[in-house]
């Protein structure tokens, strides 16, 4: 099957962050659904909030080797549409294979596979959005793939939750491959408009041939700017902690599975409101107002998290505050990192900086876990709201190129 695209100029590049925003509403869906599922499911293994905070550490860390991988290949705009294709297929495959899962490390395992997936394919696309747009477009275009993704995140725990009384927990995770195929579809269309866009308006600075770290990447992170961008950014990335953690800290207490999934669909609807403001510029799209509304927003959601008797109410609002918090600080960070580098550097830039934040991440969150399980949670959802809020803020006082 043949796709007829709209010619590249200027005035037709509006349909590249729609196919790329689908293609990841159909990730979404089939990962969320069955990610869903996975803290009750390792309660049900016999795990601890300690081990939950290991799964999503060593995920991290194979989405660190994924990343390490986009870097080092995504040279050009045909290598980073192969890595978004191959990243995609892992993820959605290792996704499926939950479903086969009968220990809690087969799970641990398949997830990391899962996470290395979206790090091979997550700065490569960033790298083709940025690339294939003008930089007035890139808020709004990663706004718009945000919403998408997130809406996707919706639909998939919806399904969940809709159909956990008809089908097995392995029936819904079996199922979520149908979505997974539409993303294999979407992801095709998306890398193939943008290498149509780069290949006849390619970009002015061209670095295919460049290694990962050349030379060009090291001079450019010296720049106060930059240095500053990942110093903070890290902070901030590594404050924000996976819903899933979030999610697990609550039915660790007293929750179900319809009031997490409850969280999480509050969670996912507050980003995909977030994210379509910011694409259709009812909310500011400028990185400094979003670094600053990050930092508040998260250090008020570990704050109603604090107590070790967080009511059921208190978690929907911490949910909604954590959901806008993730779509804003998101859409920031991709846009505060493609003003700062290049075209040519843009995707061993993204790749290095979510590798750095996943190598922080992968430290701080089993401490933060560990203080939960020792009856510690004040303390350490004071780290966690501290770490946030002082990355928010660094990055919303440091000025960068676009920048009001």
Known sequence: MSLTLPPSDSSSRSDLPVLFGLTSLFADMTYELAHVLLPALLLSLGGTATSAAWMESLAELAKTGGFWVSGKAGTGPSREALLVRAGYATTIVATVLFSLAVNSWELVFLKSLSWFGKGVRGPARDALIANALPDPLHARAFGTVHALDQTGGFLGPLAALTLSGTLSPISLIALSGIPGILCLVFAVAATRRATQ?????????????????????????????????????????????????????????????????????????????????????????????????????????????????????????AMILWGTAEAASGVALKVRGASLFPPALRSRGFALFEIACALAALLLWPIEARLWDAGQTLLGMGIAATTAAAGGILLGRTKAPGDP
Not at 205 to 217: C, P, Q, T, Y
Not at 283 to 301: E, Q
């Open 197 to 317: 866009i780069l290949h006849t308006d390619p970009p002015a600075d061209s670095g295919a041939h460049e290694n990962f770290l050349s030379k060009n990447l090291k001079t450019a992170i010296k720049r106060p700017e930059i240095r500053s961008y990942f110093i903070a950014g890290i902070l901030l990335r590594s404050g924000l902690l996976p819903s899933t953690l979030l999610m697990f800290r609550f039915a660790s207490s007293h929750g179900t599975f319809l009031a997490m999934a409850s969280g999480f669909l509050l969670a996912s609807v507050a980003t995909v409101l977030v994210s379509t403001a910011i694409a259709r510029k009812i909310v500011s799209g400028s990185p400094k107002t979003l670094f600053f509304s990050s930092a508040i927003l998260l250090s008020a959601t570990y704050l109603l998290l604090a107590s070790p008797r967080a009511s059921f109410p208190l978690y929907l609002l």
